[in-house]
């Protein structure tokens, strides 16, 4: 017997809206199963696209990672390989690379976002920075490091000048190894921490400025208190976001050292079309997962430190 | 009793010089470690390679590739993107949050990684076209697109006018095309823009794909003449710089409300560096 | 120019510790003054000037050790600008701030020892109530037990030691702005600044908040300088109102005195409600209105012409029912122990008219009244257009 709670006199009728008594049973659970499906069909195709665009090229690497290319079988050849020797090295490089290339750029970043936080909010120079930043926060890749190669590289014209007044100095070379390579990140992770920081310190209301000024704070000790601990997640989530921008970019790095410094993303990519010996096929996708966790890590602590700071900054 | 004032007055102006003058200092610090390259590099390629980039062979062709794919692109990822967000946003609130968290996957995912896993599974026939970039560039754009359109999204009381169109009798197209549409222009131009700005300069996935877009032949092309290919690397960032000036632009003319141009910008990350 | 009640004690002996008396009612071991901890503030002739816009033009005004004043007026009129130079968050053009007869014009914000309730959101996001209330404290290096001792008596003072562990976002705006308070109070200062503490609140916490300042401060006896664009807060908290328009005090007396005997138009039709009935001024002294000549308050000279606008409170005008008389009842509104009567007079003018809501009972919209005046002086002003 139907032991649903229906007010007297009212139908349990499912298609009545949402106010209505669901059916018992069986029955209501295909019925909201349905109703459910209908409502999240709107996003059937984009979630269809991801699938087939993202997930299923993931699922083919992280497989392969652990797949012996001549039998199919499970194998942790694979990952081992990645996990040592040259492969090792070059995880190493990149992390290392991107460690400087986020907080360097990180330091800097914030210094130019402070500079130009102060001013008012229409002024033009705020603007200029703030279009400038976006313009070369998309810059990169090839044609950046051909701008880098051009002006500081063996015969650029940046180098001469350099060498004219401190020789010995600097002769071009350094641009292809890790140094140059951070320096040339740093072109679009500086403009990139600006965007990114620049909200955050705005986040840093004028009040509490002044509220503690009011209780006889110092502006060494309004930062210590209180804006420092404030911009602290902010400023975290920023680092690990050049971090993990860092450590994918391949075109630069690929156009400037083509392959003379090992990092993880040139060597996964010397998989795909380079000579690759018959036992070594899935090395590539075994790199590729490590690099992916890597990041994944790094994004993970992201969200994280956004999740707090927006808590607070309620 | 009135005396005092004028010295208050000077007290103050004492350490807002001092800050401001440390200001200029780090801005024009920064001014030069960004000119200069710039600089450097157009004095290498010299007046002629420009002209000379025009005339090299390959350089048509490897545009035209590149435009192509990004139009490709630019169509898909607005008409997947555009009503999904709509949907999400009037229908399952809740999705939201997973929808954001979904559209960060493609910045965790290095494009390298993606194109071989891409190269794995992609059916021949689709293999041996350059479209198959244009399809996985869709998802390479999403990120951004999707933060255009969604900042635009927020700014409006999507419910209400949604509603109130629906109660006047248009249908669902209707109110997409006529009501909801013209009210996101700058979110869509925006994602229009990040999204051709990306795709212009995106290298490692079509080289390794092997095929020949733009930013390709500007590197294969380096063996035969330095000079044209610094043009050229030139003439790439000054397009980008040019399309990117058209969302600020824009942008700024359609809603005075600072703080806009920053968000549509943050959501233009890297990516299309590599 | 006043010369302030006190003897000069000097601004830098220490925080006030002069006048002090041990804590005797609150009972509660706070070593805080009762009656004489305020200070004696004097504004004297403050200007101040935003590119072309003069915020403030000369305002002059004292405050009396302990008193509460509140500084009233529409958006724009100065009186935040004020607030912020006593404050130290902006300097005068000219003018100086004195407070116990020292000019502390010169003397940064954190140095001025005054405590200050913001709008909203000042409490520091990143630390529990507890410690934004002792960070005052902290800046004076107060060792750290007694700092959190103290913290915890003003947050109980306030009603919130329960919520001492709680983050900010995790308390309602009423109770940041009681937290935010306690934080003021913290470092026993000798003035309290208030900037619109309640107008982020909504109605029924406001309510409350009101009371709660109100009591506080007074048991304190802390100098209170209040700024508010709300009428009712000011006039139910004050000890004086300041009324302020353009940058410039127009009147500044208490409550009661500012409503009845209002010295511009401006007051008097700010605060509380005011009818204009036209009327034509005779001569200098008397003005012929509703049919009646009645002498004009004060003086007319500043008028020219001879139309003018007789002002008069709802609760002024006298109210007959008559078979021809001079207006007919429009509507009707209770207010409780009041009925509000709009009348439309002849002229095309509508009045409001206050009775006790048990004779107004039997004047229904539709009647036919007649309004007259007491003959008692009226405040006139020029003929609106």
Request: with cysteine.
């Amino acid at each position: 017997m139907d032991q649903m709670a229906t007010a007297p006199g009212t139908l349990a009728d499912p298609g009545a809206g949402a106010s209505s008594v669901p059916p018992a049973g069986a029955a209501s659970t295909a019925v909201t199963a349905l109703r459910w499906l209908r409502r999240v069909s709107g996003v059937v195709p984009f979630g269809a696209y991801i699938a087939l665009g993202m997930v299923i090229p993931m699922i083919a690497v992280i497989v392969g990672a652990f797949q012996n290319p001549d039998n199919g079988g499970f194998t942790l050849a694979n990952i081992r390989a990645a996990t040592h020797g040259t492969y090792l090295h070059g995880y190493w490089e990149s992390i290392l690379l991107a460690i400087w290339a986020s907080i360097l750029p990180g330091i800097i970043g914030l210094l130019i976002a402070y500079a130009i936080f102060t001013a008012k909010r229409a002024s033009v120079l705020r603007q200029l920075v703030i279009t400038t930043s976006g313009v070369f926060a998309n810059f990169g890749g090839v044609p950046l490091a051909f701008l880098f190669i051009a002006s500081l590289g063996g015969g650029g014209l940046l180098t001469g000048w350099i060498q004219d007044v401190l020789p010995h100095s600097w002769d071009g070379s350094q641009l292809y190894t890790l140094i140059g390579v951070v320096l040339v990140y740093m072109y679009f992770q500086i403009p990139l921490m600006v965007l990114i920081i620049l909200p955050g310190l705005e986040a840093l209301r004028q009040s509490w400025r002044e509220a503690a000024e009011n209780l006889g704070a110092g502006s060494w000790q309004y930062w210590r208190y209180v804006g420092g601990p404030v911009l602290l997640p902010s400023f975290t989530g920023a680092l690990l976001l050049l971090f993990g921008s860092s450590l994918s970019a391949y075109a630069t790095a690929e156009a400037m050292t083509s392959g003379t410094i090992p990092l993880t993303p040139i060597q996964i990519g010397s998989f795909l079309n380079g000579n690759v010996l018959p036992g070594e096929v899935n090395f590539g996708k075994a790199l590729s997962l490590g690099l992916v966790l890597i990041i994944a890590v790094a994004m993970l602590f992201y969200v994280l430190m956004q999740r707090r700071s927006a808590r607070w900054l309620r | 009793m009135a005396a005092v004032s004028g010295q208050a007055r000077r007290r103050r102006s004492l350490p807002v010089l001092r800050r401001g003058l440390w200001r200029w200092v780090i801005l024009i610090l920064a001014a030069m470690y960004f000119l200069l390259p710039l600089y450097a590099a157009a004095r290498f390629a010299g007046i002629k390679a420009y002209g000379a980039l025009i005339s090299q062979s390959g350089f048509t062709t490897a545009l035209w590739l590149s435009v192509r794919l990004a139009v490709i692109t630019t169509a898909i990822t607005l008409a997947l993107m555009l009503p999904t967000a709509v949907y999400v946003h009037l229908k399952l609130p809740g999705l939201r949050r997973v929808l954001e968290s979904l559209t960060i996957l493609p910045i965790v995912i290095p494009p390298v990684v993606l194109i071989t896993g891409v190269l794995q599974v992609a059916p021949g026939p689709l293999k041996s076209t350059p479209y198959l970039l244009g399809l996985e560039y869709v998802v390479l754009a999403m990120p951004f697109a999707y933060r255009a359109i969604d900042a635009g999204l927020r700014a409006l009381d999507l419910k209400t006018i949604v509603e109130a169109s629906n109660s006047l009798g248009a249908s669902w197209s209707r109110t997409l095309m006529q009501v909801i549409m013209p009210n996101l222009t700058t979110g869509l131009l925006a994602a229009t823009v990040l999204t051709v700005a990306m795709v212009l300069g995106e290298y490692t996935m079509a080289s390794l794909d092997l095929y020949t877009t733009f930013p390709v032949w500007l590197v294969t092309n380096d063996q035969s003449s330095a000079t044209v290919t610094v043009a050229g690397s030139i003439f790439s960032l000054f397009v980008t710089w040019l399309v990117l000036l058209l969302i600020t632009v824009v942008g700024t003319r359609r809603g005075r409300r600072t703080g806009r141009p920053v968000s549509l910008f943050t959501a233009a990350r890297q990516d299309n560096r590599d | 120019m006043e010369t302030t009640p006190e003897t000069g004690s000097a601004l830098s002996a220490g925080n006030g510790s002069a006048g002090r008396s041990a804590a005797v009612a609150s009972g509660a071991g706070i070593a805080f003054a009762t009656g004489s901890g305020g200070a004696s503030v004097a504004l004297n002739g403050l200007t101040r000037r935003f590119g072309t816009v003069k915020a403030l033009d000369g305002l002059t005004m004292n405050m009396a050790p302990g008193e509460l004043v509140a500084l009233l007026g529409p958006s724009g009129c100065g009186k935040t600008t004020a607030l912020r130079l006593v404050a130290g968050f902006d300097f005068p053009d000219a003018g100086s701030v004195l407070v116990n007869g020292t000019d502390i014009s010169s003397i940064p914000a954190a140095k001025r020892d005054m405590g200050m309730v913001f709008q909203s959101y000042s409490l520091f996001p990143n630390m529990t109530a507890l410690d934004n209330v002792g960070f005052g404290l902290r800046m004076r290096k107060t060792p750290a037990a007694e700092r959190r001792r103290k913290s915890a008596e003003l947050l109980d003072m306030v009603g919130l030691g329960a919520q001492a562990g709680q983050y900010p976002h995790q308390l309602s705006g009423g109770q940041q702005q009681r937290v935010a308070l306690a934080r003021a109070l913290a470092i026993e200062p000798r003035v309290l600044l208030l900037d619109e503490p309640l107008s982020a609140l909504d109605a029924k916490v406001r309510l409350q908040l009101r009371e709660q300042i109100r009591t506080l401060q007074q048991r304190l006896g802390t100098t209170t300088l209040f700024v508010t664009h709300d009428q009712e807060e000011a006039l139910s908290m004050a000890d004086r109102v300041g009324v302020m328009r353009a940058g410039q005090l127009e009147q500044i007396d208490a409550p009661d005195e500012l409503y009845a005997r209002p010295a511009t138009p401006f007051v008097a039709e700010f605060v509380g409600v005011m009818n204009r009935i036209p009327g034509e001024l005779r001569d200098k002294d008397s003005v012929r209105v509703l049919d009646m000549m009645v002498p004009v308050k004060g003086s007319s000279a500043a008028i020219s012409g001879s139309r003018v606008d007789v002002l008069v409170r709802p609760e002024g005008l006298i109210v007959d029912v008559t078979e021809h008389g001079n207006g007919i009842v429009i509507t009707r509104t209770f207010l409780g122990s009041v009925t509000r009567l709009s009348v439309l007079l002849s002229g095309d003018v509508t009045i409001q008219v206050d009775k006790p809501s048990t004779i107004a009972a039997a004047i229904p919209p539709g009647m036919s009244v007649s309004v007259s005046l007491p003959s008692e002086p009226v405040l006139i002003a020029p003929r609106a257009a």
